[in-house]
């Protein structure tokens, strides 16, 4: 608890200084500001109704123990008083982006003598609507949770939901009405994305049917958070975080190849360094583009190298490359500052950086630092030399050869066969993989690593998609394709027979109410970086559509 707490503070609590300041240190930080607003996309939108009336069923085998069951026509809410049915749930049949609009009309010759109040409950998962949200006990703003309350004066009358909203699932309850009755003469929903929903990438026939909802649900999860940033969440947070924009690239790029949003994220996220030209982790884009002051996630900046080389490699638009190139160089500078002399990460160097790589309580990252500055450094200098800028970096090669030596020497236990991380020698599974994608361990070495670890009742898995990706990633490099598919088909699969429409910021199989922020129907049902079972689907068809 303690080190949630800790990490909750450091995300959000140090968030508040000057809203609109502006980075100094990159005099092109406006000119990139410029080309990013070139990017922004046109929303595309599309009407929803809901399709029936839903009951909550509690269900000790359902997700967080609540599934729904048909209940009857939506019909009933067009020709009836509503004081009949107050408290029913809709259910548009998929999740969805946007505004909701209805209309009331009276029934009956009584005419309207007092306002009418109705409370609007959104839910991505039955077990939202089914959960008290106060008293609030969780650890972020308690307007996130997407309850609403509108006071509507006369009928009849037509109106739309000022806020925007991400659901599958709507309570509607009366709080209060007079004598006179009254019904819906219209519910609809104005539904948005920057691109429109792909049910199918041409998989061969061959893909088993839980791999192909799998694809079909990661495409969901990405048009949701495709917006006019890569948000990773279109319920909570909805700004666009670096390590979100890396994975929801992937899946684009064997999706729906909208590059200029990739393009304009990676402009909007340079343009609004800090004064060194450290990355924020995040950035808002309302009332106009802004940080989110001292979010600083080291691995994010190192990550946000990775992503604009695999941006270049997919679209060949070394133009942007060249322009964002400092940005690039600035984040490796920063991320040396904190090595020791003997070339192992400081957890404790002043300053203390935020390192996500996983939500997970207890979970040692400093040799996944390690192992992700190695990978960074190489990633960058690839990128030096497609723009051939390889000189001004010459020695970001040495660099990385001399921190695996060191990471070896000090993570890497031979004789268990595992890399430990920490004073206190953890082993877990993402300190294998960023020793593996960073190649420090040999594919032999990493092999043999992920097959002690995945057999370790002990080990420390992680506990959300975001995580697990990585782990995907590190399967694959190792050729352990067959635990990779058997992961893919058990966790996000998990998801899917757990009833997902979208994939979920955070899963944990072994505990269905497990979140960050002390409060379950806080979490993002609909997260960016759940997604990328489209990426490895579709790049990787010899290993998950046979």
């Known amino acids: 608890m303690k080190e949630r707490t800790i990490f909750l503070l450091a995300a959000f609590l140090f968030c508040s200084a000057s809203l609109f300041s502006q980075s100094t240190y990159f005099k092109e930080s406006k000119d990139w500001l410029q080309k990013s607003e070139a990017c922004k996309p046109s929303l595309i939108y599309k009407e929803y109704k809901p399709l029936r009336i839903v009951k909550s069923v509690k269900d000790e085998k359902a997700y967080q123990g609540w599934r729904m069951e048909d209940a009857g026509s939506t019909d009933v809410l067009f020709k009836e008083s509503f004081k009949k049915h107050s408290g029913v749930v809709l259910d548009f049949g998929e999740h969805i982006t946007g505004n909701l609009t209805f209309s009331l009309k009276l029934l009956g010759s009584v005419t309207a003598d007092a306002p009418i109040r109705l409370k609007f409950t959104f839910a991505e998962v039955p077990g939202e609507l089914n959960t008290p949200f106060d008293p609030y006990p969780g650890g972020l703003s308690r307007a996130w949770l997407q309850d609403e309350i509108m006071t509507l004066g006369t009928v009849p009358i037509e109106t739309t939901l000022e806020r925007r909203v991400s659901f599958r699932y709507l309570k509607i309850d009366i709080l209060g009405a007079s004598s006179f009755d009254f019904a819906f003469d219209k519910i609809s929903f104005k539904a948005q994305s920057s691109v429109e929903t792909m049910t199918d990438t041409g998989l061969a026939e061959t893909t088993d049917p839980l791999i192909r909802r799998i694809n079909e649900v990661g495409l969901v999860t990405l048009k949701e958070c495709m917006q006019t940033v890569y948000e990773d969440g279109p319920k909570r947070d909805r700004r666009l975080w670096i390590g979100d924009l890396y994975l929801e690239a992937l899946a684009n790029a064997y999706s729906y190849k909208n590059h200029l949003l990739t393009k304009r994220c990676l402009y909007l996220l340079g343009a609004l360094a800090d004064e060194e030209g450290l990355l924020h982790a995040t950035v808002l884009e309302e009332p106009e583009p802004h940080p989110q002051e ?249 290993v998950f559509q046979k």
């Not at 593996?436 to 670890?453: F, P, R």
Request: proline share 4%; glycine share 6%.
């Open 294 to 542: 001292g979010t600083h996630c080291l691995d994010y900046s190192l990550i946000y190298n990775i992503a604009l080389l695999e941006y270049v490699r997919t679209t060949g638009d070394v133009e942007t490359a060249r322009d964002l190139w400092p940005v690039v160089v600035r984040q490796i500078e920063m991320t040396l500052r904190q090595f020791s002399e003997e070339w192992i990460y400081d957890m404790e160097k002043q300053p203390v950086y935020w390192l996500v790589f996983d939500w997970k309580d207890g979970y040692d990252r400093q040799a996944s630092m390690q192992g992700l500055t190695i990978l960074a450094l190489n990633k960058s200098y690839e990128l030096a030399k497609l723009l051939g800028k390889e000189k001004e970096v010459k020695e970001w090669p040495s660099l990385a050869s001399k921190m695996k030596k060191a990471a070896r020497k000090h993570f890497y236990d031979k004789k268990q066969g595992v890399v430990l991380s920490g004073a206190g020698r953890q082993v877990s599974y993402l300190s294998q993989v960023w020793m593996i994608l960073s190649e420090t361990l040999t594919k032999k070495e990493g092999a043999a690593a992920m097959k002690k670890v995945l057999s370790m009742p002990d080990a420390c898995y992680p506990g959300c998609p975001y995580g697990y990706h990585y782990v995907m990633e590190a399967l694959l490099e190792c050729g352990m394709d067959k635990e990779a598919k058997d992961l893919l088909v058990s966790y996000w699969g998990g998801m899917v027979n757990k009833g997902a429409d979208t994939f979920w910021e955070v899963y944990d199989p072994n505990n269905d109410a497990l979140s960050p922020y002390g409060f379950f129907p806080m979490n993002s049902y609909c997260h960016a970086w759940s997604c990328t079972p489209v990426y490895f689907i579709n790049k990787y068809p010899e």
